[in-house]
T-cell receptor
Framework: GESVGLHLPTLSVQEGDNSIINCAYSNSASDYFIWYKQESGKGPQFIIDIRSNMDKRQGQRVTVLLNKTVKHLSLQIAATQPGDSAVYFCAENRSNQGAQKLVFGQGTRLTINP | DGGITQSPKYLFRKEGQNVTLSCEQNLNHDAMYWYRQDPGQGLRLIYYSQIVNDFQKGDIAEGYSVSREKKESFPLTVTSAQKNPTAFYLC?????????????FGSGTQLSVL
């Protein structure tokens, strides 16, 4: 089906803890995946991406894991800070007869407790 | 500074009125996009343009129209035919449509119905 969905709509963590945000996708032919961060009233910002030929990619305080067997993607944020509070959503790039399309998940709201 | 500018940040529409949302970019990008964002849902593609004087319908084009007379500008008109226009509208651009992993977003326009 046409859906990239998140398991949980909200996530609340203590400042300094690690956060894990999950995403399920349905199209096994998708060739890369992107995580975005969206703060209130702003446009989405690119965080990190991963190609389908990889299973892990690390950035600054963030790690994305891709499990193609179960079509699952996760974003791990280490030592969360108040500035990490935002909605996070994943997107998958689908190619169909040469045409590309990004399909976005609904988002997970991450709240950091002091 | 290079970037994408959307205006206005807030817009109100009266019954039966057409309104136009502005999107300008100085990134020298060929491809531009309009997405609609509703609470709890992923971004949905309204229209996109791969090059000047050309544009294609996205998944939810009904009730919307666009033009691409200049490379820098991709205005979106929400017509009276769009019966549920209240949403957050996001404009985005990338160097080429084949490079969706490098999509840059504007800061959005919140459209509400009076």
């Amino acid at each position: 089906g046409e859906s990239v969905g998140l398991h949980l709509p909200t996530l609340s963590v203590q400042e300094g803890d690690n956060s894990i945000i999950n995403c399920a996708y349905s199209n096994s032919a998708s060739d890369y995946f992107i995580w975005y961060k969206q703060e209130s009233g702003k446009g989405p910002q690119f965080i990190i991406d991963i190609r389908s030929n990889m299973d892990k990619r690390q950035g600054q305080r963030v790690t994305v894991l891709l499990n193609k067997t179960v079509k699952h993607l996760s974003l791990q944020i280490a030592a969360t800070q108040p500035g990490d509070s935002a909605v996070y959503f994943c997107a998958e790039n689908r190619s169909n007869q040469g045409a590309q399309k990004l399909v976005f998940g609904q988002g997970t709201r991450l709240t950091i407790n002091p | 500074d290079g970037g994408i500018t959307q205006s206005p940040k807030y817009l109100f529409r009266k019954e039966g009125q057409n309104v136009t949302l502005s999107c300008e970019q100085n990134l020298n990008h060929d491809a531009m996009y309009w997405y609609r964002q509703d609470p709890g849902q992923g971004l949905r593609l309204i229209y996109y343009s791969q090059i000047v004087n050309d544009f294609q319908k996205g998944d939810i084009a009904e009730g919307y129209s666009v033009s691409r007379e200049k490379k820098e500008s991709f205005p979106l008109t929400v017509t009276s035919a769009q019966k549920n226009p209240t949403a957050f509208y996001l404009c985005a651009s990338t160097l080429r449509h084949s490079q969706l992993e490098k999509l840059f977003f504007g800061s959005g326009t919140q459209l509400s119905v009076l």
